[in-house]
């Protein structure tokens, strides 16, 4: 089956197990497919395309490296590494389509986002900056499917410089 963009990177699944979601990278897209009884998968039913360019100075276009559903399976959580380096989410009512919400999406450093992680309690998130070498946490607004930053940890020590020197 198309993943319906350019260079699929991430799948994943929502609570139910009834739809995989699909991350395209350089696509800068995100599908949703239904799981047929036969375990094949059926025509898209959901599709969201990023556009624009943002302050990113790896990428300038949308580069979407992940898809992840909340843990009440009522949103799904974007990134986009190109754009405005920033999480967006996506609504998933129950006919488990994709629509992009209206409220802001958090910022954070001037580096991508990479990957998200839930606490089992549903009330945080735990994102990884993949640039700057950051791990931040988020309280997520279950009922908006908004994620509103908390702090951010730094993963490297203060005067690392990319490299590791062994003695």
């Given at each position: 089956m198309?993943?319906?963009?350019?260079?699929?990177?991430?799948?994943?699944?929502?609570?139910?197990?009834?739809?995989?979601?699909?991350?395209?990278?350089?696509?800068?897209?995100?599908?949703?497919?239904?799981?047929?009884?036969?375990?094949?998968?059926?025509?898209?039913?959901?599709?969201?395309?990023?556009?624009?360019?943002?302050?990113?100075?790896?990428?300038?276009?949308?580069?979407?490296?992940?898809?992840?559903?909340?843990?009440?399976?009522?949103?799904?959580?974007?990134?986009?590494l190109g754009l405005t380096n920033s999480w967006s989410t996506a609504l998933m009512p129950r006919k488990v389509y994709l629509l992009p919400t209206t409220h802001p999406s958090p910022k954070l450093h001037p580096a991508p986002p990479r990957h998200v992680a839930f606490h089992p309690n549903g009330e945080?998130?735990?994102?990884?900056?993949?640039?700057?070498?950051?791990?931040?946490t988020f309280s997520l607004d279950s009922k908006k499917g908004a994620l509103h930053l908390l702090q951010t940890v730094p993963t490297l020590p203060a005067r690392f410089l990319g490299?590791?020197?062994h003695r």
């Open positions: 198309p993943s319906r963009g350019a260079d699929p990177c991430y799948i994943s699944f929502d609570k139910t197990g009834k739809f995989v979601l699909v991350a395209n990278y350089t696509g800068g897209n995100v599908a949703v497919f239904p799981i047929q009884p036969d375990g094949r998968l059926g025509e898209a039913i959901g599709f969201v395309q990023h556009t624009g360019s943002g302050p990113n100075t790896i990428a300038r276009k949308a580069l979407t490296p992940l898809i992840e559903v909340t843990p009440d399976n009522r949103y799904a959580i974007v990134a986009d945080r998130a735990y994102v990884i900056d993949e640039m700057v070498g950051a791990v931040s490299r590791e020197h």
